[in-house]
């Protein structure tokens, strides 16, 4: 087993969250992963729940990710915010449609194979620390996950109390709502100025449909008017005018 305990008097000695990231990125390296994503919601029962994120992603698939507001289809996120265990990434724990093309397209950014550690803090924080790397999924992984799982827990919760002081609603990202892919779809359609029965026929529903989403986005942005929703979105960085 390694002896990994040296490697963290760094990441606990760091007085910034800068200078915590750097060294958890040395850590997970250390434990032969090669990328990591730290993601904490300080209040998630309140109206403000605000998000501090950390990524080592590509930049490219984390600005897709949330583009397409991917999170509402990701089972990482769903698990950590009902169970304490690890979340191993491998094809057969992606298993709606949405969810193995999540798999497949972060697949193609290097994002193969990994472990989602849950986190949720003694002030009722909810988050993540996941580490993941350009792998095909199989018995290498698993012997790894294993031989490392202590460590990568130990990791966590080190990570947390290095970022207790850090992480305030003050501090963390101003966050949207969590679409369906529908309406996505028709906030996509109505930021392009599509009048409803445009959109129906574009999307093959009826204008009944179209303005059930309609109505639940304009519930889920807090504003009464379509055209605020797309303002709002656009501030959020959930959809960009062409």
């Known amino acids: 087993m390694h002896t990994i305990l040296p490697q963290f008097e760094p990441l606990m000695e ?3 969250k800068d200078e915590v990231m750097l060294h958890v990125s040395q850590a997970i390296k250390f434990l032969e992963f090669e990328r990591f994503l730290f993601a904490v919601v300080p209040k998630p029962k309140t109206e403000d729940p ?3 994120l950390h990524s080592t992603y590509p930049e490219e698939w984390r600005n897709y990710y949330d583009r397409h507001s991917l999170s509402s289809n990701d089972p990482t996120v769903a698990h950590c915010f009902k169970a304490m265990s690890p979340f191993i990434w491998q094809p057969e724990s992606f298993q709606t449609i949405e969810q193995k093309n999540l798999y497949e397209e ?3 950014f290097g994002l193969r194979t990994g472990v989602t550690l849950p986190i949720h803090g003694i002030s009722g924080e909810v988050g993540m620390l996941t580490c993941v790397r350009d792998e095909i999924p199989g018995k290498k992984f698993q012997q790894d996950f294993k031989h490392n799982l202590s460590s990568l827990t130990l990791l966590r919760d080190i990570i947390c109390d290095a970022m207790n002081a850090y992480i ?3 501090d963390t990202l101003e966050t949207g709502p ?3 892919i529908r309406e ?3 906030l996509r359609w109505i930021a392009l100025g599509k009048t409803t029965w445009e959109i129906s026929r574009i999307l093959n529903i009826s204008e009944a449909g179209v303005n059930f989403h309609i ?3 304009r519930n889920k942005f807090g504003v009464n008017r379509r055209n605020d929703v797309v303002i709002k979105a656009i501030k959020l960085g959930i959809i960009t005018l062409p």
């Open 184 to 186: 996505l779809d028709c």
């Open 106 to 108: 972060a697949s193609s």
């Open 168 to 170: 305030t609603v003050e």
């Open 50 to 52: 605000g998000l501090f």
């Open 215 to 217: 109505s639940n986005l």
């Open 178 to 180: 969590q679409l369906t």
């Open 14 to 16: 760091a007085t910034t």
